[in-house]
């Protein structure tokens, strides 16, 4: 199995993704261990001290102003821990709390928050048992950290509070610790805070919808090249020269996708043909590189945030490496919050471009000789009219997911923390926004493989022919009488959303940019 070892300068977004979905192993380098006791070192010479220092011998937050003696120190990281850990509503995915742990263990590998070399491991430990606390929706404001849901996660390494096992039954935590031989930890100064206090969540959320996008921008490109083709249209709009002139990296790349799927297409620049010849394709097929490649762009910043934040070590207060610890406000969730939303807006936007083109193919009046709603015998098939009211309802579900939550704040803490950044509900929502994503370019990509097959007499591209037969292959039917649907748009759901309409175009066109 695949390890990833945690050094002091940050991690990568795929050691993210192989250890939050695939399951990689998580070592501690040795550069990290010794980062880790040295700054631990200065945190228990600032606990031995009389004068009180935040984090170490104080209460938190609105309670800060409160000294603590050493025989309650203990205590009181016990009890922030237990009393932020205050989640409420559905379970947060696996994936999603895997993500969390690791980059908390990522940032307290850095040699900034002062925790034992003891608790890090026991992190690692978990993580390598295969041990999921149970994290839920509900509790954080994206404001001195992912509060809640890390403070769930460090419940459980005190084998408090409930987990997954690996074999995904839901225990209390200290039993699935012993069965896997992790002794709990007792934490000391700061170590509560420090495994409470950082953007993990979100950041984690943020890496793997990079990921997800990035599949569904290239499958969006492929499907918006089949509508095309279905519906007649000119690829002369997606030539380079036409692009460069206005030169969005995003644009460029889609429109050279397009392109190369539709290399050597027998359907494509018969739009002056027919009896009622066009002069150009409508927006929806036309500007389809201008749209998909805004968001490429807009992914490309947000790509750069994460990267950032990657390599940064947010926890309040910070051990610095000249000895100080100091306080700060780097917990502030803004930053990646804001691209965040920046990324529900423009897959909602995505969506809707993609159900512009779809609806094209079902009616007669603007599908240039398809039969209405692809279907069979109209009037007495129904084609894929209702298939359609889906992928609407889901758009329409989008331009709400769309809404920014960055653009909200509401006080906390007695005030102390009045003004937080809603990160935590941006990648929330995001992650709605992209399932919702899939599905309609899925709806896209029946339609337009139907359109195609309809147009007896003649040859789509050799790339179009290829995801058609792995789409066939993978138990979606083609055009016919009508039948039960939804089985049917779930197998195209779960071709695009496992790459297999990437994978089965690019043998044809090459890497998909």
């Known amino acids: 199995m695949h390890t990833v070892v945690l050094g002091t300068s940050g991690t990568t977004p795929q050691d993210v993704i192989d250890v939050a979905r695939h ?11 010794s980062a880790l006791a040295a700054a631990r070192a ?7 001290k009389p004068e009180p220092v935040y984090g170490v011998s104080t209460g938190f937050g609105a309670l800060a102003t409160r000294h603590i003696s050493q025989e309650l120190r203990a205590q009181l990281q016990r009890n922030i821990v237990r009393s ?3 989640g409420m509503g559905p379970r947060v995915e696996r994936e999603v709390v895997r993500a969390l742990m690791f980059l908390r263990l990522k940032t307290v590998c850095s040699g900034h928050t002062g925790v034992r070399p003891e608790v890090a491991q026991t992190m690692a430990d978990v993580l390598n048992a295969g041990i999921t606390p ?14 809640a849901p890390l403070s769930h996660c460090a419940l459980a390494l005190m084998g408090e509070g409930d987990a997954e096992g690996p074999d995904s039954t839901v225990k209390p935590a200290g039993e699935l610790l012993a069965a896997a031989g992790i002794q709990p930890v007792e934490l000391r100064e700061k170590e509560g805070l420090a495994l409470l206090n950082g953007t993990d969540g979100m950041l984690g959320m943020l890496i793997m919808a990079l990921a997800d996008l990035d599949t569904l921008y290239k499958s969006a490109d492929i499907t918006a090249a089949l509508s095309l083709e279905a519906l007649l249209g000119t690829e002369k709009v997606l030539e380079p020269e036409l692009h460069a002139i206005r030169p969005h990296p995003g644009q460029g790349a889609s429109a050279a996708n397009m392109l190369a799927v539709l290399k050597g297409s027998g359907l494509t620049n018969h739009f002056q043909e027919e009896e009622a010849p066009r002069v150009q394709d409508a927006y929806s097929v036309r500007c389809a590189p201008q749209v998909a490649g805004a968001g490429r762009d807009t992914m490309a910043h947000a790509r750069l945030v994460a990267e950032r934040e990657l390599a940064a070590a947010v926890d309040n207060p910070v051990v610095l490496r000249d000895g100080q610890v100091r306080s700060n406000g780097n917990f502030h969730g803004a930053p990646v919050a804001y691209v965040l939303d920046f990324l529900a807006i423009v897959a909602a936007d995505l969506g809707s471009i993609a159900e512009r083109r779809t609806d094209r193919l079902l009616d007669k009046n603007r599908s240039h000789g398809l039969p209405p709603f692809l279907a069979d015998d109209a009037g007495v098939d129904s084609g894929l009219m209702i298939a359609q009211y889906t992928q609407a309802a889901l758009v329409s579900e989008m331009k709400r997911l769309a809404v920014p939550a960055s653009a909200d704040s509401i006080p906390s803490s007695a005030m102390q923390e009045d003004h937080v950044s809603m990160g935590w509900s941006a990648a929330r929502k995001l992650r709605t926004a992209i399932g919702n994503l899939n599905r309609i370019i899925a709806v896209e990509l029946y339609a337009a493989t139907r359109g195609i097959e309809l147009r007896r007499g003649l040859t789509p591209a050799p790339a179009s022919r290829a995801a058609i037969a792995a789409l066939r292959a993978a138990g979606v039917e083609g055009p016919g009488p009508d039948r039960f ?10 071709f695009v959303r496992e790459g ?3 994978a089965a175009v690019e043998p044809v066109t090459g890497p998909l940019a």
Do not use: Q
């Open 23 to 33: 399951g990689a192993r998580v070592e501690l380098s040795p550069e990290a261990v």
């Open 42 to 48: 200065v945190v228990d010479a600032l606990a031995a």
């Open 84 to 86: 932020h850990a205050a």
């Open 134 to 147: 149970v994290v839920h929706e509900y509790g954080s404001l994206g404001c001195s950290g992912d509060l």
């Open 485 to 494: 649907l939804a089985p049917d748009l779930a197998a195209a759901d779960a």
């Open 500 to 502: 297999g309409l990437v």
